[in-house]
């Protein structure tokens, strides 16, 4: 879901509107927004209201601010306010007459103190706060494992720097009272900047994180309630919603908020129904109410030993009573029970579409000709058009089936020259790839033919046998010595 300015507004095929661009990384564009419908209305700045509406970090949290050294700022722009510890950066979210309709709506006194608008906020203003906006998801998974190395009984739900980066508000959900002190000191040193921790329940957390609801739409928290009410079963007992736990919470874990939406609604309709009114007495036995309706203002009854539902309406049930008060029973709630009447029956209609054709109607047309036509004409006139034109209508047939064969030899003949020419580029790739490798095989050969022919040229000629001395014969005997 996205505003106005998503829906509507492009700037070179982006859409416009938050800034974010259309992807709602923050959560969702819808976030406690609001419309400046006087914002092109000119205002002399003499005459201009002086406290604006400031929403931070697109609109999780707003603020009202002064602008009391008169600054030329209008609905959009970025400012610096002043805050406890040094100044933060919001965008003005609502200017002019429409703050104080804003600020009468929660209850903030005209006269109250605010703090000032600093000034418009620069690039390298703008340029800390994104960089302080980059770094809350890494701090948070790190303030969780301390948390969980001290074994505190807490969750760590959100993590929100400041515009200066000098300090970090940090939102967490605990079920009872944590002392926390260690943690703060172990976030101070780790993180370098002022902590504050802030206790919130499952759904503003809920609200924080964002989401889509079993209604296709963006969280209510998330959007633009603010104000939690408690939620009770009574809720959904008073509008006839069975208790199914897994269907009445949200996303927070916790009853949905749109249970009270319609509650007044269905509260004022149950003032017309009879009250003390669980048990009728009759002669057949005592009948428990069941179901109320609402919508058509009936109660169902059954009796004890259950079987069959008896609607009632309210003026039967406030007689039946009546008669109760007295000591008087009716004999059975068969005969008083309401009776719907009937439906309307609703016209069916056949499809025709199958079995009617242009033939059809030309034959129908042809028939009402006939009747008009003169009785004394011969009949054999009048069955030779028919004749005729059944005669062309076979032509026609032979003539569309001829040319239906006529296409399908064509593809059937396309397709084998396809597959014919497929399979003789496959075997010419097959002996051309086959020559190639013979080819390689012989020139592999005789380049080693010529590399032993090269090797032994250098060797020089090989020694003849004959050319060789003879060896000198040694002593055949080893104890004779060899002459002298």
């Not at 300015?5 to 819808?30: D, F, M, R, W």
């Not at 720097?161 to 970090?168: L, S, T, V, Y």
């Not at 008073?238 to 927070?252: D, E, P, R, T, V």
């Not at 296409?407 to 020259?417: M, P």
Request: aromatic content about 6%.
């Amino acid at each position: 879901m996205s505003c106005a300015g998503c829906a509507t507004g492009t700037q070179n095929g982006s859409p416009a509107g938050c800034k974010s661009n259309g992807h709602c990384a923050t959560g969702g564009c819808n976030k406690l927004n609001t419309y400046d419908w006087l914002r092109a209305m000119p205002v002399p700045v003499s005459q201009r209201f002086t406290i604006h509406e400031i929403s931070f970090k697109n609109g999780v949290r707003k603020g009202f601010y002064i602008n009391s050294k008169g600054l030329d700022v209008m609905t959009g722009d970025m400012v610096c306010v002043e805050t406890d510890s040094g100044y933060d950066v919001g965008r003005i979210s609502l200017s002019g007459e429409l703050v104080k309709l804003q600020m009468k709506k929660r209850k903030v006194p005209l006269n109250g103190n605010f703090s000032p608008i600093l000034r418009k906020a620069s690039d390298a203003d703008l340029e800390r706060m994104m960089e302080g906006r980059s770094m809350e998801g890494a701090i948070m998974l790190k303030a969780r494992t301390y948390a969980r190395e001290l074994n505190l009984n807490m969750k760590i739900g959100e993590v929100e720097f400041q515009g200066d980066k000098r300090k970090a508000t940090f939102y967490y959900i605990a079920d009872e009272r944590v002392d926390f002190r260690e943690l703060i000191k172990i976030y101070a040193r780790e993180f370098r900047v002022k902590i504050e921790m802030r206790q919130i329940g499952a759904r503003q957390e809920a609200g924080k994180i964002g989401g889509l609801g079993s209604c296709g739409r963006e969280l209510c928290c998330s959007t633009w309630l603010t104000d939690f009410k408690s939620v009770s079963t009574h809720a959904a007992r008073y509008q006839n919603l069975s208790i199914n736990q897994s269907k009445l919470s949200g996303q927070c874990g916790r009853l949905k908020c749109c249970l009270n939406y319609e509650l007044d609604t269905y509260m004022d309709a149950l003032q017309d129904f009879p009250r003390h009114a669980d048990y009728l007495r009759t002669e057949a036995g005592d009948a428990r109410l069941i179901k109320t309706d609402i919508f058509k203002k009936l109660m169902v009854y059954e009796y004890k030993d259950g079987g069959k539902q008896y609607a009632m309406t309210l003026e039967t049930v406030r007689e039946i009573l009546a008669m109760n008060a007295n000591g008087q029973k009716p004999e059975h709630l068969d005969a008083m029970q309401y009776e719907e009447e009937p439906a309307p029956k609703e016209v069916e209609y056949a499809t025709v579409i199958e079995h009617v054709s242009l033939r059809t109607l030309e034959k129908n047309d042809k028939k009402r000709k006939q009747k008009n036509r003169p009785q004394n004409q011969n009949r054999r006139d009048d069955r030779r058009p028919n004749t005729d034109r059944n005669q062309q209508d076979n032509r026609q047939q032979n003539q569309r089936r001829d040319n239906q064969n006529q296409r399908r030899d064509q593809n059937q003949n396309r397709d084998q020259q396809q597959n014919r020419d497929q399979n003789q580029n496959r075997d010419q790739q097959q002996n051309r790839d086959r020559n190639q490798q013979d080819n390689r095989q012989q020139n592999q050969r005789r380049d080693n033919s010529n590399q032993n022919r090269n090797r032994d040229s250098r060797r020089g000629p090989r020694p003849n046998n004959q050319n060789r001395p003879p060896k000198p014969e040694g002593p055949k005997d080893p104890n004779q010595q060899p002459p002298a």
